[in-house]
Nanobody, 123 residues
Framework: VQLQACGGGSVQAGGFLTLSCTASARTFSNNGMGWFRQAPGQEREFVAGISSRGGSTLYADSLKGRFTISRDNAKNTVYLQMTSLKVEDTAVYYC?????????????????WGQGTQVTVSS
């Protein structure tokens, strides 16, 4: 499974971005999907996850209400809508495909990773 993330960029604080991640596999709809992020000098952290059919979502507590994960299985694509962006949201954002139909909050629950897309929020 190859994952291609895009949509990153530079935005001012308070702005919004939508990331997308497209998977190469026809089995995309069988896998939970997730987004993680990694800021310079920090560990990669969980952002959001969604089950294979989209019926269940998970969010990092600190991001609830600002970020929304969704997916379109017909397009093999998962999205991350980010609003009210803050400087501390600056990071490389990675999408990942889970080992099962359910997303998790830890890296070991994911098998395939995209290359990452940079999000930079300026004050």
């Amino acid at each position: 499974v190859q994952l291609q993330a895009c949509g990153g960029g530079s935005v001012q604080a308070g702005g919004f971005l939508t990331l997308s991640c497209t998977a190469s596999a026809r089995t995309f709809s069988n896998n939970g999907m997730g987004w993680f992020r990694q800021a310079p000098g920090q560990e990669r952290e969980f952002v959001a996850g969604i089950s294979s059919r989209g019926g269940s979502t998970l969010y990092a507590d600190s991001l609830k209400g600002r970020f929304t994960i969704s997916r379109d299985n017909a397009k093999n694509t998962v999205y991350l809508q980010m609003t009210s962006l803050k400087v501390e949201d600056t990071a490389v954002y990675y999408c990942a495909a889970a080992l099962s139909a359910y997303a998790g909050t830890t890296r070991d629950r994911y098998r395939y990773w995209g290359q990452g897309t940079q999000v930079t929020v300026s004050s």
